[in-house]
């Protein structure tokens, strides 16, 4: 591990370090109160109700704390990682005592019993952010090697044929796939009164000839039979997300058998994308068969191309794609997601927004013939408002989940990857060079393209306004507990979530220069992680500020700012996972070599190293430019100090 020392003074630090820093402090107060007024005195969440029974909501339940181990990896205070571990046990315990229309709880064995991986990987997002908090705790590891190994070939759940290589149902969990029967309505409330019209119409071969008829009380019987007809058994992309699972399990174990289960699960629908002409199909059957329960049709399965869209059919390949290449080093993965968004660009239709700038609108769904009478806002339609349908595609718009174009590129580097991210910019939104101060969805997305502005030199501002938008944000929620008189006036599935007052994305993109990950079930891909060294602990030292205000794909530049009153030690690691290496180091403008002698030592090492070592005297900062060579060492949770790290 190559060692500096910090010379230049920070007497008068930059505002953005500041405001870094008392955002940490801010965020562990608020959970402080959060905790005290909105969770039992256990730290057990009031919802589920002691009467209720479903197999829904235990996913947003966890959504309510699942980034408190995050913030503490990145540097917040230990109370975000007791608080977190606290209420997960007490949520466990809930879910396992809330009664399903099965026979069994809506938790079984610490793992919900029967859900899609839409869901699923939502709430499994804090086992991830646990692997980055406490590696080192048995119950993280016992449980992320438990939780895959609901997934393998072994396993009593039959989850997963290995021959085959399919997930056998689009719902799956620690009670298999064999109980998902929409009729049951606890199940899901996938009946008439749900909105379907925005949706669309998945099943036009059917007898539904229009969107409306979904809605109609006396279709629903028949509609319960279609649901499980056609998408209640077989496989479908959404399923990639188990992927994450396995790369968690990898990441504390090393055990091939998880790397293996990625790599020949995405080979399988990589092979199936290739029969089906370079599309995706949304469901395969329990055979492998394309269309299997569908009438032979590739498209109208569970969340599938007619059923909500490249919205969800993106998931998969992204997050399934960025794990393999984590795990095996090669980028010729990507081509995965790559090959799916550019079916998308070749069938879109450009708008002109002003004289001199277009947007390109894709069509975000694939149906069949019928009547597109419903209600879409935002998309491209006929002179008498039907819905644009054009050889099978339909709802034109522009691309509305920047987080699958801005994740290929960060992953790839590739410049024809970052001028695909400028080719989908929606020249009738925004501009890039803006912050809001509310978030526009629950996972906080919408300030992609800023960042990516301040990346290239567009947007010097962004790091002082986003956050300040992240301390707007979690202000509005102390006056809502104000308001409210610390006691929740509605206590549903989404009551925690709606008043979680933490926020990462800011210090993920500052900190470690990482996008947000994917939020239905990716893992954490970030340039840098910061470690305590005089604490052993993950995360920056109390009163150390970072910013990485360059990444390209030669390396990154990163300020570390001491703000504090005592000299403090920061381990910078390449990659979240220790993935990459520095090849190059220069500090504050002079060069250094990379090799793993003392603080003196100026000789370069071919082979680089994973970590640096910075000693940040008080009221000091170091300016470090780094080459790095990307995802060529064997990722693991191991801090750089631990027996089997670096």
Excluded at 289 to 309: A, K, L, N, P, V
Aim: hydrophobic share 35%; proline share 5%.
């Amino acid at each position: 591990m190559r060692e500096f020392e910090a010379t230049a003074e920070a007497t008068r630090p930059p505002t953005w370090a500041h405001k870094q820093r008392a955002l940490f402090d801010l965020m562990a107060d608020a959970v402080d109160r959060f905790v005290a007024d909105y969770t039992g005195p256990d730290g057990e969440p009031f919802w589920p109700p002691d009467d209720h029974v479903g197999v829904d909501g235990f996913d947003d339940v966890v959504e309510g704390f699942y980034n408190w181990p995050l913030l503490y990896a990145m540097g917040g205070d230990e109370r975000l990682l007791d608080h977190a571990r606290r209420v997960y046990e007490a949520a466990l315990e809930r879910g396992a005592a809330t009664e399903t229309p099965f026979g069994h709880p809506m938790v079984v064995d610490e793992f919900e019993q029967c859900r899609d991986w839409f869901h699923l990987g939502e709430g499994n997002l804090y086992t991830y952010n646990m692997g980055l908090a406490a590696p080192d705790d048995d119950a993280v590891v016992e449980r992320a090697t438990r939780f895959a190994d609901l997934y393998t070939a072994d396993s009593e759940t039959g989850n997963y044929d290995a021959e085959k290589r399919v997930v056998r149902g689009p719902m799956n969990g620690s009670m298999g796939p064999e109980f998902c029967d929409f009729s049951a309505y606890e199940h899901h409330p996938y009946g008439a009164d749900y909105r379907w019209a925005r949706h669309g119409l998945p099943w036009r071969d059917l007898e539904f000839d229009e969107a409306a008829d979904l809605l109609d009380p006396a279709n629903e019987e028949r509609l319960f039979e279609v649901l499980n007809e056609r998408c209640a058994k077989g496989d479908i992309p959404l399923n990639l997300n188990v992927t994450s699972l396995m790369t968690n399990a990898y990441l504390h174990t090393g055990d091939d058998r998880y790397r293996e289960w990625v790599t020949d699960y995405l080979d399988a629908w990589r092979e199936r994308t290739a029969e089906n002409g370079g599309i995706i199909p949304d469901n395969v059957g329990c055979s492998g068969e394309i269309g299997e329960y569908t009438d032979g049709s590739w498209y109208g399965g569970y969340y599938g191309w007619s059923w909500g869209g490249w919205h969800y059919v993106g998931i998969g390949p992204t997050v399934a794609a960025e794990n393999a290449v984590l795990l095996e080093g090669d980028r010729e993965y990507l081509d995965f997601p790559r090959s799916q968004l550019d079916v998308l660009i070749e069938n879109g239709i450009e708008v002109a927004e002003d004289d001199v700038h277009s947007t390109l609108y894709i069509p975000h769904k694939y149906g069949g013939e019928g009547d597109y009478h419903y209600d879409a806002s935002g998309v491209l339609t006929e002179d008498d408002g039907e819905v644009l349908w054009r050889d099978g595609w339909y709802e034109f718009q522009p691309h509305t989940d920047d987080p699958y174009a801005v994740h290929l590129w960060y992953m790839s580097m590739r410049d024809a990857d970052r001028t695909r991210v400028r080719r989908l910019r929606d020249w009738g939104k925004q501009d890039w060079r803006r912050v809001d101060p509310r978030a526009k969805t629950k996972h906080g997305d919408g300030h992609e393209y800023a960042w990516l502005a301040y990346l290239d030199g567009e947007f010097p501002d962004y790091p002082d306004r986003i956050l300040d938008a992240t301390r707007e944000h979690v202000d509005e929620r102390l006056r809502l507990f104000d308001a409210e008189e610390n006691e929740p006036t509605t206590v549903d599935e989404d009551y925690l979530r709606d008043r979680n007052p933490a926020f990462h994305k800011a210090l993920l993109q500052l900190t470690m220069g990482a996008p947000q990950p994917v939020y239905y079930g990716g893992l954490v891909m970030a340039q840098v992680r910061h470690f305590d060294a005089r604490r052993e602990r993950p995360g920056l030292p109390a009163g150390v500020a970072a910013l990485v205000k360059s990444v390209t794909s030669d390396g990154l530049e990163l300020t570390l700012v001491n703000t504090g009153a005592r000299e403090e030690e920061v381990v910078v690691q390449a990659g979240a996972y220790g993935e990459h290496r520095f090849t190059t180091v220069e500090t504050d403008g002079v060069e250094r070599g990379v090799g793993e002698g003392g603080a003196d030592a100026d000789t370069a090492d071919d082979e680089g190293t994973d970590a640096l070592r910075v000693r940040l005297p008080a009221g000091s900062r170091m300016s470090i430019r780094a080459g790095l060579d990307r995802f060529v060492d064997d990722p693991s949770y191991d801090h750089p100090w631990s027996e089997t790290g670096s």
